[in-house]
Structures are given as C-alpha cells and as structure tokens.
C-alpha cells in the first residue's frame, strides 16, 4: 500500500541539508591539511617530488574549493526558505565554511612562494 503525500501536508519550512555543510567543509579543510603536510615533508626532505606534488594538491584544491561553493550555495539557498532558527545556525555554517575555503588561496600562495623561493636557492 502505498501513500501520496499530498501538497497541503508538506513541510513549509524544509531544513537544510547538512551533508551540504559537511562537504564543503572537508573541501576546505582537505586541501588545507594536505598541503601543509606535503609542504612539511617537502622542508624536512627537500625532495623534488614534493614540490610537484604540492602544485598537483594547489590544483586538486581549486577543483575542491569549486565543489565547496557549489555546496555552500545550495546550503545558503535552502537556508533562506528554512524557520528562523534552522536558517540562522545554516547561515552560521555557512559562512564559517566560507571562510575556510577562502583561507585556502592566501595559504597556497604563500606556501607556494616559500617553496618556490627554495627551490630558485638549489640552483
């Protein structure tokens, strides 16, 4: 037997999806851990490797941080037709995972220069 669900019955306020928050935190945070520890493993080894594999993880980031936004506008979006309280805890994870992608490019840039600065000193 089965049910309709019928237009009336419907929830007006749908709750945002959380799974949206969690991705686009992990888009952030990811990219973020691995490149320090490669540019970690890069300092203590001075091994060429790491060094390519830092630009590949700057280029992973990009792709990551992408999907991140995409995530968090879906979130902000399903935030404005959510109640009051559900919208303003959404809209707090929202922007505190903005914040966190947005981190990602000062920190890449910088790590990237320190790292390029090095190698220029093995010539």
Do not use: S
Request: glycine fraction near 8%; aromatic fraction near 12%.
């Amino acid at each position: 037997m089965t049910t309709n669900t019928l237009e009336y019955d419907r929830a007006r306020n749908p709750k945002p999806m959380i799974a949206l928050h969690y991705i686009a935190r992990v888009c952030g945070v990811g990219p973020m851990a691995l490149g320090i520890l490669v540019f970690l493993l890069f300092l203590v080894t001075r091994h060429m490797d790491f060094a390519l594999f830092g630009f590949m993880t700057i280029l992973g980031g990009c792709a990551a941080a992408f999907v991140g936004f995409v995530c968090l506008a879906v979130y902000w979006f399903q935030a404005t037709r959510a109640n009051p309280d559900d919208a303003a805890i959404a809209r707090r994870h929202a922007k505190r995972d903005a914040l966190i992608l947005l981190i990602n490019f000062p920190l890449a840039a910088a790590l990237a220069a320190i790292g390029l600065a090095m190698l220029r000193g093995f010539d």
